[in-house]
């Protein structure tokens, strides 16, 4: 499912706040020095700070030390070209589009906590499928918060498409349920399916979730297609966390990660991806259903430094 095209405007217009921070910050500590063993160790503690990860600023540490000492590193600039070519190599060549069914109604599943920014970045999900042609459903199986069915509703109303909910309190299985008949019967292209803002420490609505993914399988084989995770890119080393706990429990396929605008350390995307082997599918670079952007490895680390 190709969806999205990526704007490298957009991108760098949305990451404004990290290249003034991450990038612009390195340049001042790098540009123009000699190169030693106190910078390096400078470097080290401005990566982290930025929320690059410690397993990722170890890795990117260690060889900048082994080139320093092999005399193929002499100035800050070496380190800044070093940095953007090393980063790169960390996004294997990978499928990063939206999975689809083979027959019948593609099922997204989208999970995170509460805060994340989950149902607007289901509204931007459907705005760009809506602009491929494609007919989308959405299901409100967020059954615990009346205000959360209400916020999807009122997406739905302003992007042109139906909503299938339940009662408050109810089963958010039996409103999959529904879901998936009706996309079945309408014969929609996608449906995505809203759940409720769950802690991936709560095992029992871990449990829940698990229980809404079989009951999708059995409405519609090879159901969900997609299960993507929403992180909130200002929550930084809580993000990183999420992910590795959903990752445990939740069959997570891809990462939404959202508000990448309002944050000054974007760096949160090479720490997921150093630690956790989920992909980063979109990025969230606004407040409108348009401010989305397809994951691209080279474009995001050429926006993060400024190049």
């Not at 529904?178 to 095992?203: E, F, K, N, P, Y």
């Amino acid at each position: 499912m190709g969806i999205f095209r990526s704007t490298i405007g957009k991108l760098k217009q949305g990451l404004a706040r990290t290249r003034e921070s991450f990038g612009g910050g390195l340049k001042s500590m790098l540009f123009g020095k000699r190169l030693d063993e106190q910078l390096i160790k400078d470097l080290e503690r401005r990566l982290i700070e930025s929320d690059v990860g410690v397993q990722a600023t170890r890795r990117l540490i260690a060889g900048i030390r082994e080139d320093f000492k092999k005399g193929e590193l002499t100035r800050g600039e070496d380190v800044l070209a070093y940095m953007k070519r090393e980063l790169k190599t960390m996004w294997p060549e990978a499928d990063r589009r939206l999975r689809e069914a083979e027959s019948g109604p593609t099922v997204i599943l989208v999970t995170g906590i509460n805060g994340v920014g989950k149902t607007t970045s289901i509204a931007k999900l459907c705005k760009a499928l809506r602009d491929e042609g494609r007919s989308v459903l959405l299901g409100a199986c967020d059954t615990f918060r009346a205000g959360a069915v209400r916020q999807l509703e009122i997406w739905a109303e302003r992007l042109g498409v139906d909503v299938v909910k339940g009662q408050q309190g109810g089963d958010p299985a039996a409103v999959a349920f529904d879901a998936c008949s009706a996309a079945v019967s309408r014969g929609v292209d996608v449906l995505i399916l809203d759940t409720a803002g769950r802690l991936h420490t709560q095992d029992p609505l871990m449990r829940q979730l698990e229980k809404i993914g079989k009951v999708i399988d059995k409405q519609i084989s090879g159901g969900p297609h997609e299960v993507l995770l929403v992180l909130d890119a200002t929550s930084g080393q809580n993000a990183l966390r999420q992910a590795e706990e959903f990752q445990k429990s939740a069959g997570v396929t891809g990462i939404f990660l959202s508000k990448l605008d309002g944050t000054a350390k974007g760096g949160i995307v090479i720490a997921i991806r150093e630690s956790v082997d989920i992909p980063v599918k979109f990025v969230g670079v606004g407040e409108t259903p348009e401010d989305v952007e397809p994951f691209d490895p080279d474009g995001f680390i050429e926006a993060m430094f400024g190049g």
